[in-house]
């Protein structure tokens, strides 16, 4: 028996009539092939990328595992072909989610005229074109009275840079929700350390996805999201190694041609800077990294 | 007394009736103020990197050194103010140079819906989309009977991908002219390891160079330029300090506002990747480097 996934932050979402992702109970994901070619570009993708020899195993836990396709009956109640993938969630009780969609161009060299126009009005209207990435959507775990901190879709299609620095602190914070103006601090950034740093943490995993995008020549990845991932009681107990990194949304890669994908790295390598900040910022004031400041 | 610059590659030139740069005999370079903002914006940079003493003496090296501004007699013939700057190229007598615009994208967030529109179909029509940078102009000395290998503005509108590898090595080459349908082979990449490696060529600045983009979050460089130099007697006698990497044209300088200059570092390191290609490439043949293929 499928179901709708607990823990999405972004995307379509099955509904009655609507076509959206589907998950089981044994950990697999069932993402419906979309229109207009998109599925196919991307199951494409998850064939080449499969089989391709010349990815590094470091690189491959990146991505999800992919199964095939198969045809099972969409959340439209008939049937539909859907890639088979890994459910990223599965492991998870009570995941903290944060959807990134990377690159300040969305769009493809081979993009139709009305595509690029779409989609350079939304690079432009969020923060893709200024940053270089733009956050999708997120939830973060508070606790089981509370649930999660969760903003509205509406929000995040609204998000300037400054919100965007707000959310990736919120993101590590045990006080999300907390407004500013209510309590007179920012979020509290508790977990910046544990879920950030370290030497198996969310910037450590970017930095080595970074080295990759220097050299890799052979997909240009548009439109693709950094999902990442970490449970709470996990991450105070220093289980790192649940922190999860992982390449989402395909639908849009292309062959690389011998040129590195410099729209895909300059995102990643401004996110990086972002991180590494509230990181920097973190440390002078807890002291875990031992350099206080005196 | 002025007189135009012997060795312009690219850019507006002086002529009757024309505004254009001019040199004098002392080393300086006399760049006319553009119209709509564009002079005062240029000007506008030059006086804040100059005095901001958060810039590392390490990368100041790399922008031409600015006096000030001047009102001249210009090339038109009437008065004129002009930015005074150091005159690159003054202390060279047969300089190879090539003219590189960075970033996939030539306009800053702030520009008009027309300008926008204007500098997408040039990045479009050009290799910017692609490969995040494009070449605008180059000369190459060849020898004093032959002078200077330098294709015509019309090619250089029309390069492509193919083009700009082949140019990358053309710049490094004795047989820059020489058309690989009569020769039966390219360019020979006799001058790459000299000019393109060793601990001051342009590959070693370049890597400097992306090291501050990682991190300043000072300017965002829009439609900025690579002046890459060298003499090639000097080149082959090992006078690796004459190998210049300099940027230039700050007319579409903005506040980076905190985040990374994304767009200018992805296309750095695109270009990084070409010139690394080819000291890759005729390392193996060559053997320079001690690891040649048995």
């Given at each position: 028996?499928l179901?709708?996934?607990?823990?999405?932050?972004?995307?379509?979402?099955?509904?009655?009539?609507?076509?959206?992702?589907?998950?089981?109970?044994?950990?697999?994901?069932?993402?419906?092939l979309?229109?207009?070619?998109?599925?196919s570009?991307?199951?494409?993708f998850?064939e080449?990328?499969?089989s391709?020899?010349?990815?590094?195993?470091?690189?491959?836990?990146?991505f999800?595992?992919y199964?095939?396709?198969?045809?099972?009956?969409?959340?439209?109640?008939?049937?539909?072909?859907h890639?088979?993938?890994?459910?990223?969630?599965?492991a998870?009780?009570n995941?903290?989610?944060?959807?990134?969609?990377?690159?300040?161009?969305?769009?493809?060299?081979?993009a139709?005229?009305?595509y690029?126009?779409?989609c350079?009005?939304?690079?432009?209207?969020?923060?893709s074109?200024?940053?270089g990435?733009?956050i999708?959507?997120?939830?973060?775990?508070?606790?089981?009275?509370?649930?999660?901190?969760?903003p509205?879709?509406?929000?995040?299609?609204?998000?300037?840079?400054?919100?965007?620095?707000?959310?990736?602190r919120k993101f590590?914070?045990?006080?999300?929700s907390?407004?500013?103006?209510?309590?007179g601090?920012?979020?509290?950034?508790?977990?910046?350390?544990?879920?950030?740093?370290?030497?198996?943490?969310?910037?450590?995993?970017?930095?080595?996805?970074?080295a990759?995008?220097e050299d890799q020549?052979?997909?240009?990845?548009?439109?693709?999201?950094?999902l990442?991932?970490?449970?709470?009681?996990?991450?105070?107990?220093?289980?790192?190694?649940?922190?999860?990194?992982?390449?989402?949304?395909?639908?849009h890669?292309?062959?690389g041609?011998?040129?590195?994908?410099?729209?895909?790295?300059?995102?990643l390598?401004?996110l990086?800077k972002?991180?590494?900040?509230?990181?920097?910022?973190?440390?002078?004031?807890?002291?875990?990294?031992?350099?206080?400041?005196?």
């Amino acid at each position: 028996m499928l179901k709708t996934p607990d823990h999405q932050v972004a995307g379509h979402e099955a509904g009655l009539g609507k076509l959206g992702p589907l998950i089981d109970n044994s950990g697999r994901f069932y993402k419906p092939l979309q229109g207009s070619n998109r599925g196919s570009e991307e199951v494409a993708f998850y064939e080449s990328f499969s089989s391709n020899v010349n990815i590094p195993d470091s690189i491959r836990k990146f991505f999800p595992v992919y199964y095939g396709t198969e045809i099972v009956k969409a959340s439209t109640g008939s049937d539909h072909p859907h890639m088979v993938l890994q459910d990223l969630t599965s492991a998870h009780v009570n995941p903290s989610v944060m959807d990134i969609k990377i690159g300040s161009r969305t769009w493809g060299p081979k993009a139709s005229e009305a595509y690029i126009a779409k989609c350079l009005k939304k690079d432009r209207e969020s923060t893709s074109i200024p940053l270089g990435f733009r956050i999708s959507g997120l939830q973060v775990y508070i606790d089981d009275d509370s649930g999660f901190y969760k903003p509205h879709r509406s929000y995040i299609r609204k998000t300037g840079p400054d919100d965007v620095r707000l959310l990736l602190r919120k993101f590590v914070s045990s006080n999300p929700s907390s407004a500013e103006m209510e309590t007179g601090r920012g979020p509290d950034c508790s977990l910046a350390s544990l879920v950030y740093g370290g030497p198996n943490g969310i910037l450590a995993q970017l930095l080595e996805l970074k080295a990759w995008f220097e050299d890799q020549t052979i997909y240009h990845f548009y439109a693709c999201s950094f999902l990442f991932m970490f449970e709470k009681g996990l991450a105070l107990k220093g289980a790192w190694s649940k922190t999860a990194v992982k390449l989402i949304d395909f639908a849009h890669v292309t062959d690389g041609n011998g040129v590195i994908d410099h729209n895909f790295l300059g995102g990643l390598s401004s996110l990086i800077k972002f991180i590494s900040d509230i990181l920097a910022e973190t440390n002078d004031f807890s002291g875990t990294n031992g350099h206080v400041e005196l």
